[in-house]
């Protein structure tokens, strides 16, 4: 109970824009809660929080510390697990830390279900890697996407493809 009212309060001085007095009823809700999930779920809305303060290096972070939490639950959480290694890997996209977001994004797709998610987690992959000049890995993604559905994000992935392949070669000639 008192670690809802601590994260109620939280969440009402965020929409305030009163963040310093956010993050500190975050913190202590954090600091009284037993569940795993709960913790998690108040470190992304801390995240959250630092984010709309431009401070993603310090979101990440938290971000990072949600993963943590949430894997640390009992039972199944495949969903809150894929959702929260999505968002860190966008956190990652970010802050330019590309091996990073490709590495968020890869674990993302292995806890993702259905094939609309894991085609957009498989096209972030390949952007992730294609960032961080991996291309022969971004290749490797966009094609998954493509030979596996014919949703925006395969049309995407072969538009991607195509670019990738066109560059290629130039610089091979």
Do not use: C, H
Not at 14 to 36: C, I, Q, T
Request: zero cysteines; glycine letters at 6%; aromatic letters at 10%.
């Amino acid at each position: 109970e008192r670690v809802r009212v601590l994260t109620r309060m939280g969440e009402i001085y965020s929409e305030k824009k009163r963040f310093k007095d956010a993050a500190k009823k975050f913190k202590r809700a954090y600091a009284l809660s037993a569940d795993p999930l709960e913790k998690g779920k108040i470190l992304l809305q801390q995240a959250d929080l630092y984010e709309r303060q431009k401070d993603l290096k310090t979101a990440s972070n938290l971000r990072a510390g949600a993963v943590k939490e949430f894997a640390s639950a009992p039972g199944t959480n495949y969903n809150i697990l894929a959702e929260a290694y999505k968002t860190l890997g966008n956190t990652y996209l970010s802050l330019e830390s590309y091996v990073q977001a490709a590495d968020a994004f890869l674990k993302a797709l292995n806890f993702s279900e259905g094939n609309r998610a894991k085609a957009n987690l498989g096209f972030l992959l390949g952007d992730a890697y294609q960032k961080g000049n991996n291309i022969k890995k971004a290749k490797e993604a966009f094609e998954q996407v493509a030979g596996n559905s014919d949703s925006v994000w395969a049309r995407l992935a072969r538009q991607r493809l195509t670019t990738l392949e066109l560059a290629e070669t130039v610089r091979n000639s």
